[in-house]
């Protein structure tokens, strides 16, 4: 039973990475767009605290998990249009609703209600992981997974120079936008982990492979996770 963890950083091709790995090893990819429209289908945006504990954790996680088995496997790597100033997957442009955009680096949690959104999407991570033959972007996975027997747990990382110009490319931004929106995924990233997991997002012990997409492309990347995940799987007998 498959499982791996990708966390990355903005401009580091992470979500092309994640892409080629579910692909070669047939896995659902599953990252905070689709969990967030699958909560929507389960009609969290309209549930208040107070009908979030009156139906239980538990029940709402497994109403949202009913809904991502219903929904195609994610494809994060839609990129904008600059012109539009359409934003990519997993970068919303700002809250909206409690539980649509949630992440934003602009938008901090603010209410308890974000609070227990956070926590039913930790749910929804480990139902995921208990399904298998997943690949579960960012949100934590690499913390809520870490004694998960068979997971894999991968960062994606690349210079910040690099990562600038990807950015300044991908979203049609001059060096000093990008070099803003760069310090705000950095940021939001980083207190995301440290605030609801204690946990620093850049430790390379929480990760088997750390890997810089500065040094190797998106498709040697790829190969080596896959070659990772199938050495693991043979260790562990595990192995088609």
Do not use: C
């Amino acid at each position: 039973m498959t499982v791996i963890t990708i966390s990355r950083q903005l401009g580091s091709h992470g979500e092309e990475v994640a892409a080629r790995v579910a692909e070669t090893l047939g896995l659902r990819l599953v990252d905070a767009e689709a969990i967030n429209r699958a909560a929507e289908r389960a009609g969290v945006p309209q549930v208040a605290l107070a009908e979030w504990k009156r139906e239980g954790e538990r029940s709402l996680a497994d109403q949202v998990l009913k809904a991502l088995r219903t929904m195609p496997s994610a494809v994060p790597f839609a990129f904008p249009d600059a012109e539009k100033g359409v934003e990519r997957a997993g970068e919303p442009a700002g809250l909206t609703l409690p539980f649509v955009g949630l992440f934003s680096p602009l938008a901090p949690p603010i209410s308890a209600s974000v609070e227990s959104y956070v926590h039913m999407v930790d749910l929804v991570i480990q139902g995921v992981a208990r399904e298998g033959d997943v690949l579960i972007m960012g949100r934590g996975g690499q913390v809520l997974l870490r004694d998960h027997p068979t997971a894999l747990h991968v960062q994606i990382v690349a210079p910040r120079a690099y990562r600038l110009q990807v950015v300044m490319e991908r979203y049609g931004l001059d060096k000093r936008a990008a070099q803003h929106r760069l310090r705000a995924s950095d940021r939001a990233r980083f207190d995301y982990l440290r605030r609801y997991h204690d946990a620093d997002w850049l430790d390379p012990t929480l990760y088997h492979l750390v890997l810089n997409t500065g040094r190797l492309s998106v498709e040697t990347a790829a190969d080596l996770i896959v070659a990772a995940e199938k050495a693991r799987a043979a260790e562990a007998g595990r192995v088609d």
